[in-house]
């Protein structure tokens, strides 16, 4: 579609798109009224690579609409109403081209401009909302970039859309606020498995870390579990040990409770059978084939899996909750990631500002707290070195709270504060453990803005006092 001033006039306005609205149509209910019939939920799905915005009140169009591409969810920012009541407008779908373009025009005069000027189809209207605003209702803004639109109503996401270059066209409707929500529990945890490529022989302790941790699990309000990377000392023709840890996470899966990979250099094909190069000639290539990890761990059995940097793999990838009252994103990177991989990240952190972000990554700390130095962009059989995801990405941005690493020694945490001013706490957690299971718990309390961690093994019942501390003053993102 053309530019915002194509669909309704060249003089239009931002502040006029409701007010040519409201002229071209009966005048507004009052308030009470518009407030008592709002009470459908509208489903808001955006396609990450164009932004354009489905907006529906079909819970099942909103689930299946993953599959068209729009794969990020955005809950329910606002309510409508589902038949025609007085003072509210049905606004009508109107969409150019399959995946194109999806505009909400409760203005008639605007959606008949749209189908015999553009050549857009109107499929017809979603939901009936007011053109004014009163003591209910939040402004859905539209939004305009290389004739594509979309949609917000929260102060991140508008935010976020300026950011990227989108032209604000302006309050289009009015929809109603959220109703109130039961108290949020402020209190949940997040548990880290180790370095673990030495308990996946023939015992069963990384079995005994999700049988431990969904037993705890209503006591720790686990909400999502990830790995430092080296889940496996090597692979073998039949697979095993990877067969070990899919039996391992699999408890998981069936208790609903999503988690993520960090892939070290023990889960490719560089390593090879008792621990060395498999072929020192092509290390550097093997080292980027994650092809067996990737056969068990496909991202849609993850649970969270929000995007990847290449299709088909979760070597980078990010995954979203909301816990605490707030969103969260866990970044997983591969080690000494390439820096095409980084970029993708920047760009994912930065295009979700409302989100606190945790990024893992096998390579990062040293033990002594110190970040580990390479070759500032080819970290010997890597790419990016841990300096350069400090210097390119963790510090840069104001909604990165908390680094997970492995790979070197066994404990260890770091504070720095990013270039925002915001705190980034750095948690170690190794362990090449050969006779426990550790785990490393971070329980995270949005209320009292704290960060409390601890290690322990439940086999044999093993703690790590050196390990655990609170940070306090975490400045959590709120939503």
């Known amino acids: 579609m053309p530019t915002s001033t194509s669909l309704l006039c060249a003089a239009l306005t931002s502040a006029l798109i409701v007010t040519g609205i409201t002229a071209a149509l009966a005048s507004p209910a009052h308030?009470?009224?518009?407030?008592?019939?709002?009470?459908?939920?509208?489903?808001?799905?955006?396609?990450?690579?164009?932004?354009?915005?489905?907006?529906?009140l079909s819970a099942n169009e909103a689930a299946a609409s993953a599959a068209a591409g729009y794969s990020e969810d955005h809950g329910t920012p606002f309510y409508a109403a589902n038949a025609p009541a007085n003072g509210l407008y049905g606004a009508h779908l109107v969409e150019r081209g399959t995946g194109g373009n999806r505009v909400y025009m409760p203005n008639p005069r605007e959606a008949a401009n749209a189908v015999t000027r553009y050549g857009y189809t109107d499929r017809g209207i979603e939901f009936y909302v007011p053109t004014a605003a009163s003591a209910c209702t939040v402004p859905v803004n539209r939004y305009e970039k290389s004739g594509r639109h979309t949609y917000a109503t929260?102060?991140?996401e508008n935010a976020a859309l300026v950011s990227a270059g989108w032209a604000k066209e302006g309050v289009t409707f009015y929809g109603g606020r959220l109703k109130p929500s039961p108290p949020v529990d402020p209190t949940f945890s997040i548990a880290v498995y180790p370095d673990t490529q030495q308990e996946v022989g023939t015992d069963s302790r990384y079995l005994g870390r999700a049988t431990d941790l969904l037993e705890r699990r209503?006591?720790?309000?686990?909400?999502?579990?990830?790995?430092?990377?080296?889940?496996?000392?090597?692979?073998?023709?039949?697979?095993?040990?990877?067969?070990?840890?899919?039996?391992?996470?699999?408890?998981?899966?069936?208790?609903?409770?999503?988690?993520?990979?960090?892939?070290?250099?023990?889960?490719?094909?560089?390593?090879?059978?008792?621990?060395?190069?498999?072929?020192?000639?092509?290390?550097?290539?093997?080292?980027?084939d994650t092809s067996t990890m990737n056969s068990f761990f496909p991202a849609s059995r993850l649970g969270a899996v929000q995007?990847?940097?290449?299709?088909?793999?979760?070597?980078?990838?990010?995954?979203?909750f909301t816990a605490g009252g707030e969103k969260w994103m866990v970044l997983n990177l591969e080690m000494w990631p390439r820096l095409g991989a980084v970029e993708w990240a920047k760009d994912v952190v930065a295009s979700h500002p409302d989100y606190n972000v945790i990024i893992a990554t096998h390579s990062y700390l040293n033990s002594n707290g110190s970040i580990t130095q390479c070759t500032y962009t080819r970290c010997?059989?890597?790419?990016?070195?841990?300096?350069?995801?400090?210097?390119?990405?963790?510090?840069?941005?104001?909604?990165v709270k908390v680094t997970l690493s492995?790979?070197?020694?066994?404990?260890?945490?770091?504070?720095?504060?990013?270039?925002?001013?915001?705190?980034?706490?750095?948690y170690l957690t190794t362990i090449?453990?050969?006779?426990?299971?550790?785990?490393?718990?971070?329980?995270?309390?949005t209320a009292a803005d704290t960060a409390k961690t601890w290690v322990y093994g439940p086999y044999g019942n093993v703690t790590f006092p050196a390990a655990s501390n609170t940070q306090t003053k975490m400045g959590w993102v709120k939503d």
């Open 406 to 426: 492995g790979h070197t020694g066994q404990t260890g945490m770091r504070i720095d504060t990013g270039v925002h001013g915001n705190k980034i706490v750095s």
């Open 380 to 399: 010997s059989y890597g790419d990016a070195s841990p300096q350069y995801l400090y210097d390119k990405l963790i510090s840069q941005y104001a909604n």
């Open 218 to 288: 209503s006591e720790l309000d686990l909400r999502f579990v990830t790995t430092s990377g080296d889940n496996v000392n090597w692979d073998t023709p039949d697979h095993a040990q990877y067969e070990v840890i899919s039996r391992g996470l699999r408890p998981f899966e069936k208790a609903g409770i999503p988690y993520s990979l960090s892939n070290g250099n023990h889960d490719n094909q560089a390593t090879g059978p008792g621990g060395g190069a498999r072929d020192a000639r092509n290390t550097r290539t093997l080292f980027r």
């Open 432 to 445: 090449h453990s050969n006779t426990t299971n550790p785990i490393r718990i971070i329980e995270i309390d």
């Open 307 to 320: 995007g990847v940097y290449e299709a088909g793999k979760i070597d980078n990838a990010w995954s979203g």
């Open 154 to 156: 929260s102060a991140a």
């Open 31 to 56: 308030a009470a009224t518009v407030c008592d019939v709002l009470t459908s939920p509208v489903y808001q799905r955006y396609n990450p690579s164009t932004r354009v915005t489905l907006l529906t």
